[in-house]
């Protein structure tokens, strides 16, 4: 019966949810990955029906407060796939000291990892904000050794990293347990790969266009020939 609730909840079927629910099937089971349906209704990609089924369950008792087999947080989730109106529904549930916004799960990670990761501008604004009013660091690393600024760097997002060091006061000298670079080498190291992969990309262009002239060139090409015969 669980598995039909998971699957109910993914396809979207409320009756059939609001069926198994009645029939006393626990709002809070969990799948393989220890994620309840909550977890599971983050995934669903019309934004409407997700944020419909979110509060569907949030009424039916669903706890906001669980966690996976990867001690990754609902909450994270939501920080990890972008979801600011589900983020913003739990925070106002239980409060910013509830979700626990530095707490890391298996792999190190925290909220504002995942959002900035995740490209989120929305995700990270709030979780920043957040973070300074409860003093507390923006500076946390992954098992990697990693800061939200680092992955910032690494990923050539500069708003998010103006973010993290205007708003959020972040320590660009921190480096990593791998490279042993800090945001500011990272921002380098970033900056070269991106125009490596720029010019190697414009080589292939080129060899491209030699193999498989376009269709103007060849017709261009054809009329010179036509020309000359005439």
Not at 86 to 103: F, H, M, P, W, Y
Not at 151 to 180: V, Y
Request: hydrophobic residues 40%.
């Amino acid at each position: 019966m669980a598995g039909r609730l998971f699957d109910a909840v993914t396809g979207t079927r409320f009756a059939e949810v609001k069926l198994l629910l009645d029939l006393h099937v626990n709002v809070d089971c969990k799948n393989i990955l220890g994620q309840t349906p909550l977890f599971v209704t983050l995934q669903i990609d019309d934004e409407g029906k997700r944020d419909k089924m979110f509060r569907y369950l949030v009424r039916r008792g669903a706890e906001v407060l669980e966690e996976d087999y990867r001690q990754k947080t609902l909450f994270q989730y939501t920080c990890e796939l972008g979801r600011v109106k589900q983020a913003t529904r739990i925070l106002d549930q239980v409060g910013a000291g509830s979700v626990n916004l530095n707490g890391r799960d298996l792999d190190g990670n925290t909220a504002l990892l995942y959002a900035v990761k995740s490209k989120n501008i929305e995700i990270v604004k709030m979780l920043v904000e957040m973070l300074r009013f409860y003093h507390m660091t923006v500076d946390l690393v992954d098992n990697d050794g990693c800061t939200p600024l680092i992955h910032a760097k690494k990923l050539g997002l500069s708003e998010i990293s103006d973010i993290l060091l205007r708003d959020g006061r972040a320590n660009a000298h921190i480096a990593d347990n791998i490279s042993r670079f800090n945001a500011y080498e990272w921002e380098e190291h970033t900056k070269e790969r991106l125009k490596r992969e720029a010019r190697d990309e414009k080589e292939k262009q080129k060899v491209q266009n030699l193999i498989f002239p376009k269709v103007g060139q060849v017709q261009a090409k054809k009329k010179q020939i036509l020309d000359l015969m005439v």
